[in-house]
């Protein structure tokens, strides 16, 4: 009982100065699937123990149903190298800062304007850009299949970012290799790499040590879209700035393939989570 309370209080420390608290669950009192409706679950960390992250709501959700759990300390971070301008990004070993980031995106569009359009998709919660950049040949064909890359939804998983920022420098400055140009030719690639930059720059624009996985408003933005099987409001939370954003995109482009990258496990999940197989 003693420890169970230390756990409660040391949960509620941390959430009430973070926003957000990451608790070790096992699943053997309670289904994987109504604990899913409870918390954002992260990642399996041993046969019946679960990663999981709680918000303020949740975790009372949490302690009012008897639920079980352990405090999940976060190591204190590495130091993590930060690029405050676009040159220190070359060698490819920083994080760019929120600024940087941008002029990274729009520097891209400026320099290679002939294969390179950047979109705003809107703004986040704490008024942070969410930006896509357009690539494609501007040939006869305006009937090329669109595919849309999006990155780090959940802001503490910023390694899809890093990602996709390298995916966009390769395309762009090697366009005349064989595989660059078909893809350029045939397809229309949609590349976003911070779909939460607020979850991402929690910590500040020039830092990503302190990354959350939840918006400024504390919610799970991958949990927050219309859910064919659970409705419009499958996490009970009213729909994000940044979630109609990324719908209002979808709908205007009419992507026919999405790809949303994550961190934490190697898994793929199509089309939905909420249908399994037999």
Known sequence: FSYAQSNIQRAREIVSNRGEVQLLINTNNISLSNLSKIVSISNRQSKDSWLCYANKKELETLI???????????????????????????????YPTYSTYVQMMQGYAQHYSNICKLDTIGYSTDNRLLLCLKLSSNNQNQNKPKFFYSSSIH?????????????????????????????????????????????????????????TRYNANYIDIN??????????????????????????????????V?????????????????????
Not at 78 to 88: L, V
Not at 266 to 278: L, Q, R
């Open 258 to 278: 999405n790809c949303n990258l994550h961190g934490g496990s190697e898994v793929v999940n199509y089309p939905f989570d909420c249908w399994t197989s037999s």
């Open 155 to 211: 802001g503490d998983e910023v390694t899809g970012a890093y990602l996709m920022l390298r995916l966009i420098d390769y395309m762009l400055k090697n366009q005349q290799d064989t595989r660059v140009s078909n893809l350029l030719n045939n397809m229309q690639i949609f590349i976003c790499p911070f779909a939460n930059p607020d979850g991402t720059y929690a910590g500040g624009n020039n830092d990503v040590s302190e990354a």
């Open 223 to 256: 949990r927050n879209f219309p859910d064919p099987i659970e409705g419009q409001h499958p996490d009970n939370n009213s729909t994000q700035i940044e979630t109609q954003a990324f719908m209002n995109y979808a709908i205007n482009n009419q992507f026919d």
């Open 64 to 94: 009012n149903n008897n639920i079980s759990f352990t405090v999940f300390e976060r190591k204190t971070p590495k130091s993590i190298s930060m690029a405050t301008d676009t040159s220190m990004m070359s060698s490819w070993n920083k």
